[in-house]
């Protein structure tokens, strides 16, 4: 994981500007660079570097003497790289995956640039020549970028949003609209005689659901629908697995995680690589999430680590956590504590820097609880498909910011371009939950492989949130009994004057928009509703709530 930064058009002093890029230097701890453009004064990009390949040549941002018009920086992994170079004749100077972009962008412009990655992205691309910045980022928005571009001309570019936060000091409301960038989306802007940024044009350059024109390496058959699975998933695994850094997989027992973990641990015996896999539990005591992981470990032979914590050191991260995350969203908040305090330890106790985990499968295979409640097969493909499309101000969020907050770079394989195009090109009925289980699809892909043990395969969804927590006590029930007296009544039967858009209904929602309006004032805007389960009339985001919900113990 690294974090980008940059600024265009500054009619202000641009090294002061400068320091609000250090709000984002958790994002890269190895390497820091602030760089001015020859003859663009007012233009800047700073970089906080994460070495995952190349380390002597890697850093940001990429310029060479052969392409001496464009400056390239990115967040992000590129993964067909390799094939593009074959097919062009490309000559890479570096072994970055993301200099590819600069070749691209060299033979055919920003539109053959978008629609040849196979990877995941946050990217500012300069040429100097044509007096033009582009900005793009991947599908599903898994690598974080956010936006501010004034009526002034004045475009500023990073991977958190608190990183321009502190440009909006002389601006007024509608002028300092920090926002996300659209994922999907390439935005072209043209540089005037003193550097504004000009809005051009934007376009999308690859839908959700829509195959990729790149070539691949996986091609599927006709008729074996459960083989296509497989080997897609697998591929989407194996790509990812390209690091100079040791490479881990967070595993909670689950159904995804297990998956990736275990296809994981195959390619790496197979190709005989030189360590084994470390996979990651969390849990407080009762956990059955971490009984499950240990079961998956064992079978896979992993180097396998389980870290505990209590319901206080929970609560204590939870400042950290929402100012990190940058939202108030309950389901994320509560799904995100966990992860921050594992993805801490292997920072601090382990060599592993890359994490692959399961975000994804849940939206894109209808693996919540609450779709067994769908009315039909399309509305129920409806629902996921929603969910893909916002998933980079949930889920994909809180992968991203809890593992970047310590130094990790987190990769999802399910996410993977031509694997969700298949899966969603599939009969929506064939996606439904069947025989009283969600994601059968996936499960039924890899029945009788024995690649995880059949009672993990099979294990019935039980939300990271709740799993980390025993079965006679759940995380929300614990955080709710936190904030009962943290909020008064009077301060929750005003909330809809204090916060009328997305007016908190429970005094957990209350306090965590206080923490976040005390770090975020007047941003609440970021994320357009709370995440809540569909169908069900839920007034609350746990699965545990839901009628549906079968306690999924594993014997260990």
């Known amino acids: 994981m690294c974090g980008i930064w940059a600024i265009f058009g500054s009619q202000e002093d641009v090294a002061k500007q400068c320091s609000s890029c250090m709000s984002i230097r958790h994002r890269g701890p190895d390497a820091f660079r602030i760089e001015d453009i020859n003859h663009f004064k007012n233009c800047c990009f700073g970089f906080h570097r994460l070495a995952i390949r190349d380390d002597l040549n890697g850093m940001q941002p990429l310029h060479f003497p052969n392409f001496e018009h464009y400056w390239l920086m990115y967040n ?13 004749g490309f000559n890479f100077a570096t072994v970055c995956d993301g200099e590819v972009i600069i070749h691209l962008y060299d033979k055919g412009g920003i539109e053959f640039v978008a629609k040849h990655l196979d990877g995941v992205f946050a990217f500012v691309l300069m040429d100097t020549r044509a007096r033009k910045v582009f900005v793009g980022r991947d599908t599903f928005g898994v690598r974080p970028a956010f936006r501010l571009h004034t009526p002034h001309n004045f475009l500023a570019v990073c991977s958190e949003a608190k990183g321009l936060i502190s440009l909006c000091h002389k601006m007024s409301e509608n002028e300092s609209h920090v926002e996300p960038f659209p994922p999907g989306f390439v935005e072209e802007y043209e540089l005037d005689g003193i550097g ?24 599927t058959t006709d008729g074996d629908v459960h ?24 595993l909670s027992g689950g159904l995804d995680s297990s998956l990736v973990s275990a296809l994981t641990a195959k390619h790496m015996k197979e190709s005989g690589h030189e360590y084994p896999l470390q996979t990651f539990s969390i849990g407080m005591k009762g956990s059955p999430d971490v009984v499950a992981a240990k079961k998956v470990a ?3 032979g992993s180097e396998h680590y389980e870290v505990s914590f209590t319901a206080e050191e929970g609560i204590e991260a939870l400042n950290d956590v929402i100012w990190h995350l940058e939202s108030y969203d309950i389901t994320t908040i ?22 692959l985990s399961g975000e994804g499968a849940d939206e894109l295979a209808q693996g919540y609880i609450y779709f067994h409640q769908a009315p039909d097969a399309s509305s129920a493909d409806q629902e996921s498909r929603r ?3 916002d998933l980079y101000m949930y889920d994909v969020l809180r992968g991203d910011r809890t593992t970047a907050a310590n130094g990790l770079e987190i990769r999802v394989p399910f996410l993977d371009h031509q694997f969700t195009a298949y899966v969603l090109s599939l009969p929506s009925e064939m996606r439904q939950p069947r025989e009283g289980t969600e994601k059968y699809l996936i499960r039924k892909a890899f029945d009788n492989t024995g690649l995880i043990p059949h009672e993990i395969l099979w294990r019935p969804k039980e939300a990271f949130s709740d799993g980390i927590a025993s079965k006679e006590k759940s995380w929300f029930e614990i955080l709710q009994e936190h904030v009962e007296s943290k909020v008064t009544d009077d301060e929750m039967n005003n909330a809809s004057k204090k916060y009328p858009v997305n007016t908190p209904l429970t005094k957990e929602a209350y306090y965590y ?41 594993v014997k260990s």
């Open 76 to 88: 992000g992994e590129i993964y067909n790289d390799h094939l593009l170079g074959k097919e062009f």
């Open 387 to 389: 969910l893909l499309k």
């Open 334 to 355: 509560r799904a995100s504590v966990g992860m921050y305090l594992i993805s801490k330890y292997i920072s601090t106790k382990t060599d592993t820097i890359v994490v």
């Open 298 to 300: 064992d079978h896979i």
């Open 196 to 219: 504004d940024a000009i809005l051009k044009r934007s376009f999308r350059f690859h839908d959700i659901g829509q195959f990729p024109v790149y070539k691949t390496l996986v091609t």
């Open 227 to 250: 083989a296509n699975v497989r080997n897609l998933l697998e591929a989407a695994v194996v790509k990812r697995l390209a690091s100079d850094r040791r490479i881990g997989c967070m």
């Open 513 to 553: 928009r206080q923490v976040f309006e005390k770090q975020y004032p007047r941003r609440s805007y970021w994320i357009p509703y709370y995440w809540m389960p569909k169908w069900t009339g839920a007034t609350d985001p746990s699965a545990r709530t839901l009628s549906h919900y079968r306690c999924s113990d």
